[in-house]
Nanobody
Framework: QVQLEESGGGSVQAGGSLRLSCVVSGNTVSRNCMGWFRQAPGKEREGVAV???????RYADPVKGRFSISQDASPNTVFLQMSNLKPEDTAMYYC????????????????????WGQGTQVTVAS
């Protein structure tokens, strides 16, 4: 079993920055893809960024050039650096993990991810 714990959310003004962290523990050997998802009120959960085997990254179009995903091995932690935040980035952000190939990881489909954290709220004021 894999445990994911997010932190780092908060309230910022538009144009500001936040860094989300996700500590990964448990039986993580097979989890070679980590992702950040977000869900705003009344909207579906969407994949924001993924990282495959700790180095291959993919991003959703709305966050390209503003968000950066990275992963440290020890302790196993996944980060989402968010810059130039916009009000439309306001959402609950979730960390997720899956074991699969690069193509599956890159598609950022929530149904493929088997492990989820509880989420951390990000609010961006205009």
């Amino acid at each position: 079993q894999v445990q994911l714990e997010e932190s780092g959310g908060g309230s910022v003004q538009a144009g500001g920055s936040l860094r989300l962290s996700c500590v990964v523990s448990g039986n993580t050997v097979s989890r070679n893809c980590m992702g950040w998802f977000r869900q705003a009120p009344g909207k579906e959960r969407e994949g924001v960024a993924v990282i495959y085997v700790g180095r291959v990254t993919r991003y959703a179009d709305p966050v390209k050039g503003r968000f950066s995903i990275s992963q440290d091995a020890s302790p196993n932690t996944v980060f989402l650096q968010m810059s130039n935040l916009k009000p439309e980035d306001t959402a609950m952000y979730y960390c997720a993990a899956l074991g699969g190939n690069q193509e599956t990881c890159s598609r950022r489909r929530q149904g493929a991810f088997t492990d989820w954290g509880q989420g951390t709220q990000v609010t961006v004021a205009s």
